[in-house]
């Protein structure tokens, strides 16, 4: 069975239990200090949850925290979110969320659970975008060619290089492959930070300032 024979056979066929977790971030340089407001979302049939969560972004630590029960299958669900105001000085990471998460012991609510994971996956990743876009040349940026006369194709593998520059990025992903690295292309990226850099930077800028 191929993908068109597959894609047929779900698209002729009433689909239920939809499904749905949404993530976005606002970015909030001007505040002091800087913060990152995450908001995530879970919709099903019988769930639609909010989960807001405030992080510093001079610690990158959580500073608040916000939920909302549009619709639970139970009265009773609404009352398990009291002890998620622990996050509350956590860092705002994967490992340190799991470990925060695996304390409780199944006694909160799985999907809130679920869109703390989620919402710290999305962080990670947004919070190195928002640095990318500050640091970034605009005339090498895939995203913004608007800046500049160089081709596309040429600013994707740029940054692409410019990604692998990164110890924790390499070989993470197929995308990210040691063996694909030109080091032509990497001749152009010599004289920029990597990510991690720049996120240690940034900290502590924001907690300077």
Partial sequence: MGLNELRSQHA???SSFNLRYETNISWLPDSRPPRGIIHSVMKDPHHDL?????????NMQIDDVGFVFNRSPFPMCRD????????????????????KLDEF????????????????KAFTSGFAFYLKNKNIPGQMDEYRMHIGEIPLLERIETMRHWWMKD???????????????????????????PITR????????????
Avoid at 198 to 209: F, P, Q, R, T, Y
Wanted: proline share 0%.
């Fill in 12 to 14: 002729h066929r009433e």
């Fill in 50 to 58: 909010e989960l807001y969560i405030g992080v510093s972004l001079a």
């Fill in 80 to 99: 398990s979110v009291s002890r998620y105001r622990e996050f509350i000085g956590i860092e705002m990471s994967e490992t340190k969320i799991i470990r």
């Fill in 105 to 120: 012991e199944k006694r909160n609510c799985l999907h809130m659970n679920e869109l703390f994971q989620v919402s710290v």
């Fill in 167 to 193: 110890r924790r990025v390499l070989d993470s992903c197929y995308a990210y492959r040691r063996e694909t690295i030109e080091e032509t292309v990497n001749a152009k990226i010599e004289n920029l930070k």
């Fill in 198 to 209: 720049l996120m240690i930077e940034e900290v502590k800028a924001n907690n300077e300032s």
